[in-house]
């Protein structure tokens, strides 16, 4: 993750302290700045996160509801234009070869477009024949490609929502995945990588949020969903950051891996809401915008999503101050209700969409939200 944020950086935090609100409108530019920055080194070194970014960036400016900072029908067609023919799937940037994580994000990012239908009947089935031929029949995990050389439960994860997504579920042996998320959970309450592999909180959110979509999260007692909330909880460190594993440092990226789990869970309550806002905002560039890791680091686009995702998990009230500063999409918001406007866009853990678009699509299930 260290490798992402410097990546993706975008501006050096300066001197000044950010302020306890969220500056909605300087990360709104910070964002819709990041596409002019092409003859950067680092954006000609992260070609193989170009679709990841791309998805990040867009959903960020939906929970800020500014949708349209970004212009969409070129987002849109750079997306199409990532298609693998050979493999029949989405690579990270055109030329690359097809992966599930660039797969799914070119979904996602043509579900935030409602671009969908654009992607023709064709290539919709070849690329939910590139994911379930990465499943392997035996154990039911999933590999990222077809070198099959790793497997993971984040392309396990990947694979179910991009399946979901396309309304093609039904192409899964769903018992056969639900085991083998169950095959990674530890008798400390968390989940790893693969069976035997260390607890961490990034695969708590992969497999719950697998086991939520395939309908499976009953296959966990009351007993057992506590423990992992539990485990989940002890994230929380005294100034309020998350961190991934016990004895590691906080963060913000951690606001979205433990708080998704813990909202499938109805579990939000379980650890402290204003600590870790307060977290977050610390983080904020104050200067060029975006949020980092932690407080004093530079800031980049992975955490700016997860930072800004998470608060709205987390019920975020924008201020008098916040308002202020909004963007000019804001101005259809002047006639709606006084607490639909302080609130951030609705964020639905289980897809990683707007709630508001997994609504539209049908696929909105359960979850626990702050505030709503």
């Not at 000044?16 to 002019?36: D, F, G, M, V």
Request: net charge negative.
């Amino acid at each position: 993750m260290s490798a992402t944020s410097e990546s993706f950086a975008g501006a050096v935090a300066g001197p000044s302290k950010p302020p306890p609100y969220l500056q909605r409108s300087l990360h709104i530019r910070y964002i819709a700045s990041l596409h002019t920055h092409t003859s950067s080194l680092a954006y000609r070194l992260t070609t193989h996160l170009r679709l990841n970014a791309i998805y990040w960036a867009l959903c960020t400016l939906h929970i800020l509801d500014a949708p349209d900072a970004l212009p969409r029908n070129e987002l849109v067609q750079f997306t199409l234009s990532c298609w693998d023919e050979e493999r029949g799937a989405f690579g990270p940037h055109p030329g690359h070869d097809a992966h599930i994580l660039a797969s799914l994000s070119a979904v996602q990012i043509l579900a935030l477009c409602d671009a969908l239908p654009d992607l023709d009947a064709e290539k919709r089935d070849q690329l939910i024949k590139f994911i379930t031929s990465l499943q392997n029949p035996s154990t039911g995990a999933f590999s990222g490609d077809h070198t099959y050389l790793e497997e993971d439960t984040r392309f396990l994860y990947c694979s179910v929502s991009a399946l979901s997504l396309l309304g093609a579920l039904h192409h899964l042996d769903k018992p056969l995945t639900i085991r083998a998320v169950l095959a990674v959970r530890n008798h400390d309450g968390g989940f790893g990588t693969v069976p035997g592999a260390e607890s961490h909180a990034g695969q708590a959110f992969v497999c719950m949020g697998a086991l939520a979509i395939l309908g499976g999260l009953d296959e966990l007692d009351k007993k057992a969903k506590d423990k992992t909330a539990s485990w989940l909880a002890e994230r929380q460190l005294e100034n309020g950051g998350l961190n991934g594993r016990p004895q590691k440092l906080e963060d913000v990226c951690y606001s979205w891996w433990v708080l998704t789990a813990l909202s499938i869970l109805h579990k939000l309550h379980w650890i402290s809401p204003p600590k870790l806002c307060d977290f977050i905002l610390s983080a904020q560039d104050p200067d060029h915008g975006g949020i980092a890791d932690r407080p004093d680091n530079v800031a980049d686009v992975f955490h700016t999503f997860f930072g800004v995702a998470g608060l709205s998990l987390l019920g975020y009230r924008l201020d008098d101050n916040a308002k202020d500063q909004s963007h000019e999409s804001a101005d259809g918001l002047k006639n709606a209700e006084p607490d639909e406007c302080s609130l951030l866009q609705e964020i639905d853990p289980v897809y990683a969409l707007p709630a508001r678009v997994t609504k539209k699509l049908g696929l909105q299930l359960d979850y626990q939200a702050l505030g709503r």
